[in-house]
């Protein structure tokens, strides 16, 4: 890994660097609204940022005005003295605390409440960003919710006056009250503004979370353990569009998935770096990520997968569950992706610009996903054709090919009736199927 590391300070740029560090956290303070009124209520906004690879318990303890301006005590409340949040690796959030006032509490400037935070780290914490803050935030990868959450608290006038080692003064002014009945509506705790995987440069995602990727997922990524599974999921979610799919159809589009997540470790599956290509995970990992001029390609299912480790590090132990019932349209996303570039290749057709295969694609998702009916086309281009190409390339234990591309010429036979003679797509299935049939010895009528 890289020798320096810094992860982008997501607090620098909520706080305008208002920051004090409490061991492996970095922590500042504001009320919201940023200038409260009485009778209504407000809250302390404790915004925290995870300098460290682990996990973090952070306590906050609140000491509110014991009296207001005019000496009249009780005039201050809070729903929680005492909050604990879980804080995630690298994470960035806030706790809030909600305050009430009473409505006769008297407006004045400088009142001060102060704030204990306790971080304990819940294992042997490495540092992922600099004490005087992380590295500069890079605006394109920063998407639009994200800007927008850090937008809405950098309006806020954060500080960080440690009076003890652990224990903030915050001075605030209370405005006069306004007419109308105070809605308190607000909850105490943890609101996270900024994981890992929000901010979208994925060299930081490859560094947090490619390892455990590679030594408790990649392994189980093998056809023996994935095939059956993928051609269940993939036989139910073509079944509820209401378009009858074949068996030899889903079987080779499961073919398909199969070889997309056996590539991510070529060298225990022993498909080759140069045919696995963008989606060598393996590789991607094993070096430094820092050492990418910009951004890698990481495929769709890593992505989504990471995501799920980074809410629960078991998640990389589960991977056909999480794969079937959680990532599986993003692992259709690389399939699909996959396809065109397959049948370009083997039909030297022209199957559209990456726009147009890109819209495409997001087409047949939505169909998908929202189980709207298909055609013979969206089932076939790209998927049961890029199947029919790689599937010699993902035999099963005991398979005769042979067998499922009579199935799939039986199937096609069935499907003229769908089709319209000249049909650019049923034609192009019918050739590669011709040629790929032919080493099996298999004729179509």
């Known amino acids: 890994m890289a020798a320096t590391v810094n992860y982008p300070d997501i607090l620098g740029a909520i706080t305008k660097g208002a920051r004090a560090n409490i061991g492996p956290a970095q922590v500042a303070l504001a009320t919201r609204p940023a200038a409260p009124r009485a009778g209504r209520p407000f809250e302390l906004i404790i915004a925290v940022q995870n300098a460290t690879d682990t996990d973090l318990d952070v306590t906050v303890s609140i000491t509110l005005p014991d009296l207001d301006a005019r000496k009249q005590k009780a005039r201050f409340t809070a729903k929680a003295g005492r909050v604990v ?20 509490t008297a ?71 306004k007419l109308g009945e105070a809605v308190d509506d607000t909850k105490s705790g943890w ?72 590539y991510a470790s070529p060298r ?8 696995a290509g963008v989606y060598n995970v393996d590789a991607l990992i094993a070096r430094d990520p820092f050492t990418w001029g910009s951004k890698p390609y990481i495929p769709n299912w890593t992505r989504a997968y990471i995501s799920y480790i980074e809410k629960d590090a078991r998640a990389a132990e589960a991977a056909v569950p999480i794969i079937t019932k959680y990532i599986f349209d993003d ?30 694609r997001e087409k047949l998702l939505e169909k998908l996903k929202s189980k709207q009916s ?44 769908e089709c319209a003679e000249d049909d650019p797509i049923f034609i192009m299935s019918v050739d590669i199927l011709s040629r790929t049939g032919q080493k099996y010895g298999i004729k179509l009528s």
Request: aromatic content about 6%; proline content about 6%.
């Open 268 to 275: 225990h599956t022993g498909h080759g770096h140069i045919a």
């Open 374 to 417: 298909i055609d013979f086309s969206l089932l076939y281009l790209p998927l049961v054709m890029g199947g029919m190409i790689v599937s010699d390339v993902v035999m099963m234990p005991n398979e005769d090919p042979s067998e499922l591309f009579k199935a799939l010429s039986h199937a096609l036979e069935i499907r003229m009736g």
């Open 85 to 104: 949040a879980a804080v995630k690796p690298a994470e960035v959030g806030y706790i809030a605390v909600p305050i009430m006032t009473e409505a006769n």
């Open 107 to 177: 407006p004045a400037q400088g009142y001060k409440l102060s704030a204990d935070v306790e971080v304990k780290p819940l294992g042997k914490p490495q540092r992922l960003r600099a004490e005087q803050g992380g590295g500069a935030v890079e605006t394109q990868f920063v998407p639009g919710a994200l800007k927008e959450r850090i937008m809405g608290l950098r309006a806020l006038n954060f500080s960080a006056h440690k009076r003890l080692s652990h224990t903030f003064d915050l001075t605030f002014d209370l405005a006069p009250g």
């Open 331 to 360: 692992l259709l996303r690389d399939a699909i992706d996959h396809a065109f570039e397959l049948i370009e290749k083997d039909t030297g057709e022209d199957v559209g610009a990456p726009d147009e295969r890109a819209n495409y």
């Open 191 to 262: 609101v996270s503004v900024c994981k890992v995987s929000d901010y979208t440069d994925d060299r930081y995602l490859l560094h947090r979370y490619g390892s455990l990727l590679q030594i408790k997922t990649l392994p189980q990524l093998k056809r023996t353990t994935l095939y059956e599974p993928l051609l269940q999921a993939t036989t139910a979610r073509f079944q509820a569009t209401g378009y009858a799919a074949k068996p030899a159809e889903v079987g080779l589009i499961a073919k398909l998935l199969t070889l997309i997540l056996e």
